[in-house]
């Protein structure tokens, strides 16, 4: 139990575009979802936290304009990267809370993405 | 907000040898994670363990909140285990997590 999915797993766009990456729990709700990005041999650095039925809480420093998240469902939230640049290439990686009351985390495989 | 510290940042062993990672944090905490993240990013679950011992086939881990630190105890290494470990902690009513920076552990044949 507790499987979280990410697609795409990878994605290449040309910079001004933007990307959707799509975060699922398979086999439990989850209230509350969290965005994290992770530079190459760095650690994970929280970017938001994302509230089924409401605006996500971004961290100090995340543009909201530039990362918008959307929770729509107690099953899936959304990251859509608006007009990519190549900063914006990073491994990003969802998590959800079981909803046990124990606050246990669980990671979606990451999307690795590319802006050219 | 709440500092965590990972030592060492690098450890190489080769397999067969037993391994301690160290976790500390600056403050209370209401929950506490180690996971592996594997060659292709995903993180695993090893322990949620904010206080206790638990123990899951060579792997093992104590957390002693009072004193702020948490350790993970790999026994008979293999080379499988090799990747990046983390220690995340959720502090008091902070309703999110703080990773360390994580110990790279490469694991010899």
């Known amino acids: 139990g507790a499987v979280v999915s990410q697609h795409p797993s990878w994605v290449i766009c040309k910079s001004g575009t933007s990307v959707k990456i799509e975060c699922r729990s398979l086999?439990?709700?989850?209230?509350?979802m969290f965005w994290y990005r992770q530079f190459p041999k760095q650690s994970l650095m929280l970017m938001a936290t994302?509230?089924?039925?409401?605006?996500?809480?971004?961290e100090q420093g995340v543009e909201k304009d530039k990362f918008l998240i959307n929770h729509a469902s107690l099953t899936l939230s959304t990251l859509t990267v608006t007009s990519a640049h190549p900063e914006d290439s990073s491994f990003y990686i969802c998590?959800?809370?079981?909803?046990?009351?124990?606050?246990?985390?669980?990671f979606g495989p990451g999307t690795r993405l590319t802006v050219t | 907000g709440i500092q965590v510290e990972q030592s060492p940042p690098d450890l190489i062993l080769q397999e067969g040898a037993n391994s301690t990672l160290r976790c500390n944090f600056s403050?209370?905490?209401?929950?506490l994670q180690w996971f592996h993240q594997n060659p292709w990013g995903q993180l695993i679950n090893l322990f949620y363990?904010?206080?206790g011992t638990k123990q899951n086939g060579r792997l093992s881990a104590t957390t002693v909140a009072t004193e702020r630190y948490s350790l993970l105890y790999i026994s008979s290494s293999q080379t499988t285990d090799s990747g990046v470990y983390f220690c995340?902690?959720?502090?008091?009513?902070?309703?999110?997590?703080?990773f360390g920076d994580g110990t790279t552990l490469t694991v010899k044949p």
């Open positions: 998590s959800a809370d079981t909803d046990r009351g124990t606050f246990e985390q669980y």
């Open positions: 086999d439990f709700q989850a209230t509350t």
């Open positions: 994302s509230n089924e039925g409401s605006k996500a809480t971004y």
């Open positions: 403050d209370s905490v209401n929950n």
């Open positions: 363990i904010p206080s």
């Open positions: 995340a902690v959720e502090g008091a009513n902070a309703g999110k997590s703080t």
